[in-house]
């Protein structure tokens, strides 16, 4: 076994800032690592920044939400089975990741 054990205020770099990469960079940040998160495009989102502007979610917002920011904290309005579209969805990421400030800041877009 070649692994390292990774412990609290180690390095990690997370390389895509889509939903999984920000989610797996949210936690770690939490637990106390120092993270960089590496995408090369020059806004968060992943896939729904461009590709699915005319697509909504195929499940309820409920199984797809961030666990610290429900979506219900987004958007009031918004009703339990509820599906939204790509564009919401990309404006979900977005609010997600300027709610958290240890997550912007370790952003590194366009790399």
């Given at each position: 076994?070649?692994?390292v054990p990774l412990r609290p205020g180690a390095s990690v770099a997370i390389i895509g800032a889509g939903v999984a990469?920000?989610?797996?960079?949210?936690?770690?940040?939490?637990?106390?690592?120092?993270?960089?998160?590496?995408?090369?495009?020059?806004?968060?989102?992943?896939?729904?920044r461009q590709n699915y502007e005319g697509f909504q979610l195929q499940v309820p917002i409920e199984l797809y939400q961030f666990a610290k920011y429900?979506?219900?904290e987004h958007r009031a309005?918004?009703?339990?089975?509820?599906?939204?579209?790509?564009p919401e969805v990309q404006g979900y990421i977005q609010a997600f990741v300027e709610r958290t400030p240890k997550l912007r800041?370790?952003?590194r877009l366009s790399t």
């Open positions: 076994d070649h692994s990469g920000l989610q797996t960079s949210a936690a770690l940040l939490e637990l106390g690592f120092q993270v960089k998160v590496y995408d090369a495009a020059p806004d968060v989102g992943g896939v729904w429900p979506y219900k309005d918004w009703k339990n089975g509820d599906m939204i579209s790509g800041e370790s952003l």
